[in-house]
């Protein structure tokens, strides 16, 4: 069992009409506030009336900044930092997933960043010692930006995308009600998104970490039990939080406490896919995922325990045939992705070949796939990405 | 699912050597540093030699207070609070177990109280937004109070021992090696502490939260595997690990998150009994939980399926008969608290049932008796008392 250091300073109010608590987040803040998020659907949904009767009657100066990109775009965290400035920002309030939340941290970072090029700065994340805090409400349950300090920022000129350190929130307001209209496919992809943020440290040499262990099992098996009866009852508020809770805690680092990090290799894998096609981050990990574990469990069959681990442990899988159940959780994983209606080639999102050799050229930089249970080398992530087509 | 609010500020260094960040954890808070513990045992496993070494290395101010009780006595908080007042302390550095470190909790919130009378203090809590920081390094995997903002102070005059908020640490520092010298029967009283703070919150009306349950039953689990271990084997680092990162997140309120505060019956009926005979809290509650789950399985029998589920999630018995399992799932508790060297019975610690009724009514004050998974009466306390003698 390794060392860890936790660390985790966001308060969270979790559960339905968790918005009562908006005024009591921002409050200590001061009253200029960066209202950040996507498009419409917080409108659609009555999310922005709700916030924003919240705003006037505390007496807050509201400045917007909608249209952030489902990668978002270093040219949104231009604009944030801007406005932040422009208007003497006392706290950015996010309200979105994921890339809403990531962008806002950027935004909060960049806003006391001392270069110009805000770009230089994600390449070269420091600690952000002085940044804006953040307040985010939870609208979609996927990265668990709401409960970790990284952000991914993509640069669509350059063809990068770059997961940082950056800031935790300070307040996560996550109520499941707010993800009841989020479509099938956004809460397939979300889901897989999640499940992913557990496989990636749980495939890890370390097995002795039995707490993380666990828990990261038992987020596996949480997500398997509640996403089919979302995807038939999108209002099934127990589902719904269950998803939520899981989203939030995945991607903390709490299920890797005690192991080794893995260096990620699918997330690194999906960041060339979305930095090239802007294509859905769960779905692109959704098709790698698979791919992935056949691929390492031929390459070293001693890594066939961790395969077992899995089928026995989050699928209920049983047998005494090791190598037959190691295949079986991958082909049990796939079929569940399936069964959700995530398109599960590359070809179903009009990508081909043509960028692998780039893209695992880029991939094998940064060394984070000679990290994991088994290591990649250039030859294997152009093979994986074959493999996905 | 029910709401709840997450908010943990505590900073945790785990791992063996993660003493070497003591003087990053103090170095924010100034040089005058009181230093608490309980008896011989840090100096004897060469933990305060090790501690001095980095205060004075750290040109630190260090005053000492020893001689925390095992149930710590709110004569030990006024002696801490006059200490802290008369040396300008800046922050407590609590070095021991949960005794020590609950202590040093109110010492910290004492220190800037405003009344006279700091038993009023504990028996009136408020918010203690004014208070000393404490760092602390754990020494036994018992308690959790490095991770919760809890203290349980005893007044022996009046025979009453409060359970009370108070702060969280500002830094933990969880090293397994300093719990290698833990005799076997605190080792046991630990892990059944541990055990408690899950089974208290466990046995819940509500079942559909499902990562808290989830972590509740890997945290069981994991005791329940590495504890024989480590009586065997008191220097074995991982399961020593292992302990003290189940001891850390048992009574951190996480396992329970999204189900309702069942009022933790064993720890009322505990305290009552440690209060009127100072017993080792952990024994005391390995003695009341069979006990108490005897006695509501037969009082509400409605509440089977959550034994049934004890049954299956936690010691993996099989079967159909719901209430055989139900039975046996408390008879291999008891039994393995028995393998374990736990006394099982009252009359092992000459305690008879001359005070049960005082006890008893003391224990129904306060309303906490009501809100479990079966409430409980006068009558239904003392008769539990009873069974355990």
New interface residues.
Partial sequence: ??????????????????ICHLDEALKPFGKNVLLTYAGGSIKKIGLYDEIMKILNEGVYQVFEMGGIEPNPRIESVERGVALCKEHRIDAVLAVGGGSTIDCSKAICCGRYYEGDDLWNMIKHPETHEKALPLVDILTISATGSDFDSFGVISNMKTNEKKGVRLIYPSVSILDPTYTFSVSRYQTAAGSADIMSHIIEGYFCQIG????????A???L??VI??LPIVLKEPDN??AR??LM??ES?ACSGIPE??KTYTGWPCHVLEHELSAYYDITHGVGLAILTPRWMRYILKKDPSCTWRFVRFARNVWGLEGDDEEELAHKSIDTLEQFFIDAGIPMTLRELNIDEKNFEAMAAHACEGGRLEMGLVPLTYEDVVEIYKNCL
Same sequence: chains 1, 2.
């Fill in positions: 069992m390794e060392n860890f250091v936790h660390h985790i300073p966001t308060k969270v109010f979790f559960g339905k009409g968790a002795d970490s039995e707490l993380a262990e666990g828990i099992e038992t987020i098996k949480t039990r509640n508020y127990t939080a269950n809770h899981c805690i406490y005690g």
